[in-house]
């Protein structure tokens, strides 16, 4: 099922000419929905595929192509080892560390914060750190709208019993410290949470595992 979720423009973006954005978020499940052509014209038209993660290069430009829209996307910890980097040469770097923008809306982007040279990705809350503070401490400057990111904050849309699924405490940290409109997230089954949709301060949080369509400048 693909699932929407539509907010308003926040007070710091002003939208030159009144459309609304609209991105095509997923990681970790195929949305087998968008297998169908009928589907995907009844998505409609998308500004931006953005991948949260643990989903095949292939798979990722297939939806790029299909919605004629760039992507995109952060590396979840099964993006790893020297087979998944091949299939990956043809998509653009993911974003990790940095910002891009789509229409105007500033996105950063968190893939897993560990070393992707090894086999298994080890969960590890002092890379998650590493990670985090040069991004909070750099915060004083515009702050991005939109953050991706494979796991999700500690708390805010995770799995805590499950220690390999819980959330990162530095990425709590680091949405306190941005406080952006909307984290996008995955990593997280959707069987083993009561909402994949959160909302804490001025942030909305998203599970995306599958797929989920996001309008900005819709109304809440």
Known sequence: MIRHVSLPWPSLVKSSDGDRVRLLAVSDEPEKALDFERNRDAVGKIDAVLGCGDLEPD???????????????????????????A????????????????????????????????SHAIRSEQAA????????VRSSGQRPLIVL??????????????????????????????????????????????????????????NVTGAVVVELGGSS
């Open 59 to 85: 798979y990722l430009s297939y939806l790029a192509d299909a919605f004629r829209a760039p992507l995109i996307y952060v590396r979840g910890n099964h993006d790893r080892g020297a087979n998944w980097s």
């Open 87 to 118: 299939l990956a040469e043809d998509l653009p770097e993911a974003l990790v560390g940095r910002c891009d923008w789509i229409q105007g809306i500033s996105l950063l982007g968190l893939s897993w914060p560990a070393d992707g040279r090894d």
């Open 129 to 136: 750190w590493l990670q985090a503070l040069p991004l909070g």
């Open 149 to 206: 990111s494979h796991v999700p904050p500690r708390g805010l849309g995770d799995t805590p019993e499950d220690h390999y699924h819980r959330g990162f405490a530095a990425y709590e940290w680091l949405c306190r410290r941005l406080h952006p409109t909307l984290w996008l997230h995955g990593h997280t089954s959707m069987a083993t949470t009561p909402d994949w949709r959160v909302r804490w301060g001025e942030t909305t949080l998203v």
